[in-house]
């Protein structure tokens, strides 16, 4: 069967695939067409080149998402999604068609070149869009305030005794200035309608989320990376939504190249640079590592919230993190007293941190495993 296997490379777009087959051996790929994007002539084009045993698939990851590979999985294909990032690619290549693509995408997928991403189950898609919509409404959040601050500052309105931007009373505030044109006022109110909108869409996002970390099937997981300081419910979740499984990470530093957050290397003869940190990877769960790194420029303390989050842990995964917060702290001091920005302190902290997270992910779904 292994002489008979053949590589199936799929440009994958909204309404139409390019397909290109390459055979075992040395051969050039072979572009078969262009079909429409839809299960019955998918899978009739499939059985036209062979058995599922025989095929071995791929496309690259995009906006139309897994469902494709889901689909053949369940027909017994073999199908992989590739980082389009991590494609090799040929210096000097200026003309890209969907027929080409699909041609290198089956000779690479024949050579072993390509990486694959992993493949979230449908229960794990679904808290990663939980989490994510959340960011698209505080985003959004950020820009209706903006819109409120430059109208007031066009107008120069300003309240008459100083208050802290976005308190209850700034809000109260708003809601009392009084404009001479209707057209204004009109204006006025429907920025501050869209921003009370906002705050109940928020509400009930984090609402569903607080459900999920308390009572979903990655609940476990969330509450024990929340006895880690800076990694609060909404982070955990958020965390757990992007990552989806930590035991396809071989080790610490392996995670930590998938964050994106370690140093470009150039290395050669006696020669070694390091530069920026790649930002590979996955940029939301390296953004909340960030934000999670910045509460270890304080001295380690064991006290409010993550106390009452420790409360019921295991007593290795509270050692663990108080081991973190002795060494990011250490960390983060040891690089200002060096003469180091502020960010950059903070992003080896991140990078540290997401070693911790691993340790304890990584024990907690090994238990899950074997229970």
């Avoid at 890209?96 to 072993?112: C, H, V």
């Avoid at 390509?114 to 189950?121: I, K, N």
């Avoid at 990552?243 to 190249?257: E, I, L, P, Y």
């Avoid at 919230?305 to 290795?316: A, S, V």
């Amino acid at each position: 069967m292994k002489d008979a296997m053949k590589y199936v490379g799929l440009d994958v777009s909204k309404e139409k695939i390019a397909v290109a087959v390459a055979d075992e051996g040395r051969e050039s790929a072979r572009y078969w067409g262009m079909i429409p994007h839809n299960e019955y002539q998918i899978l009739k084009v499939l059985k036209k080149l062979g058995q599922p045993e025989e095929l071995s698939i791929c496309y690259e990851a995009g906006p139309t998402g897994y469902p494709l590979v889901r689909l053949l999985s369940a027909h017994g294909y073999h199908c992989i999604v590739i980082a389009p990032s991590l494609m090799p690619s040929r210096p000097g290549e200026r003309v890209k068609t969907d027929r080409r693509d699909a041609l290198r995408l089956a000779q690479l997928l024949r050579a072993g070149e390509l990486t694959s991403v992993h493949v979230p189950t449908p229960e794990e898609e679904a808290l990663r869009d939980l989490v994510r919509m959340r960011e698209d409404i505080k985003e959004d959040r950020t820009r209706i305030r903006q819109r409120i601050g430059k109208f007031l500052l066009r107008h120069n309105i300003v309240p008459e005794e100083p208050l802290r931007r976005w308190t209850g009373k700034y809000r109260l505030w708003l809601g009392r200035i009084r404009l001479e044109f209707a057209a204004q006022r009109l204006v006025l109110q429907e920025m501050l309608s869209q921003l009370d909108e906002n705050e109940e869409r928020l509400k009930r996002i984090e609402a569903t989320i607080h459900e999920e970390a308390t009572s979903g099937y990655q609940a476990p997981l969330i509450q024990a990376l929340q006895t880690l300081r800076g990694v609060a419910e909404t982070t955990a979740t958020g965390i757990v939504a992007e990552v989806c499984s930590f035991t396809r990470f071989g080790s610490a530093q392996a995670f930590m190249g998938y964050t994106g957050l370690v140093p470009r290397e150039y290395s050669s003869g006696q020669s070694r640079w390091q530069g920026k940190i790649t930002k590979s990877g996955n940029t939301h769960l390296r953004r909340l590592l960030v934000e999670a790194a910045w509460s270890y420029r304080y001295k380690p303390a064991l006290q409010g919230e993550i106390k009452k989050r420790q409360q019921g842990q295991d007593p290795g995964i509270q050692s663990i993190s108080w081991k973190a917060q002795h060494r990011l702290h250490q960390k983060y001091t040891t690089m200002l007293s060096k003469g180091k920005p502020s960010g950059k302190a903070i992003v080896a902290v991140a990078r540290e941190l997401s070693g911790f997270i691993w340790s304890v992910a990584r024990g907690i779904e090994e238990t899950r495993r074997q229970g």
